[in-house]
Structure formats: C-alpha cells, structure tokens
C-alpha cells in the first residue's frame, strides 16, 4: 500500500503558483489511481485530482484549468501544479491512493496577501 509524504506547500499571494510533490513508498504509483485532496478549515475533505494508472486525469470543478497532476514514475512522485491560486484554495492538501493506502501528514496551503 502506498504511504505519502507530502510537501511544497506555503504561503502565496493570490494569482501566485506552488507545486506541491508526494513522495512515495511502499508501492509503486503508476499501477495506482493516485489522487490530492484538500481539507479546509471547518469543510470536509475534497477530492481535488486523480491520475490514473493509465496517465488520464480528471479535476474538479473548482480547480479545472488552474491545477495540474502529473507522475514521475522513475522518481515514484506525483505532483499536483497550481497556479492562479485564489484564497479559497487555502487548505491542507494529501496525496492518496485513491483506492485506498494511507493517508499522510498534508501540507499546508495558505493563499493570502
């Protein structure tokens, strides 16, 4: 089962970008649905991203055309590209398997001026 470890995140103006990367073990991500989700204070967790086994991907809605999440399978990475933040997008964000694994600490996203 993958186990994840999250990092990348920070502090950001609005408009701003961050890459956020997801380390890896215990499995080997491209024969799994990989996915980050966000939490925000207060809100439940949300499905933000997945790339499939295949390299397909799919975002929500609030997300779509700003965010990016790719693979690095030599690396056994997978990173999710976000750009155009926005103060809504401030939340604590995981990479999961999607199917199942363990989640990770998160990391912080905090999108402010």
């Known amino acids: 089962q993958v186990r994840p470890v999250e990092s990348g995140g920070g502090l950001v103006q609005p408009g701003g970008s961050l890459r956020l990367s997801c380390a890896a073990s215990?499995?080997?991500?491209?024969?799994?649905?990989m996915a980050w989700y966000r939490q925000a204070p207060g809100k439940q967790r949300e499905l933000v991203a997945v790339?499939?086994?295949?390299?397909?991907?799919n975002y929500a809605d609030s997300v779509k055309g700003r965010f990016t999440i790719s693979r690095d399978n030599a690396k056994n990475m997978v990173y999710l590209q976000m750009n155009s933040l926005k103060p809504e997008d401030t939340a604590v964000y995981y990479c999961?398997?999607?199917?199942?694994?363990?989640w990770g600490q998160g990391t912080q996203v905090t999108v402010s001026s």
């Open positions: 790339i499939t086994s295949g390299g397909s991907t």
């Open positions: 215990g499995s080997i991500v491209s024969i799994h649905a």
């Open positions: 999961k398997d999607r199917l199942g694994g363990y």
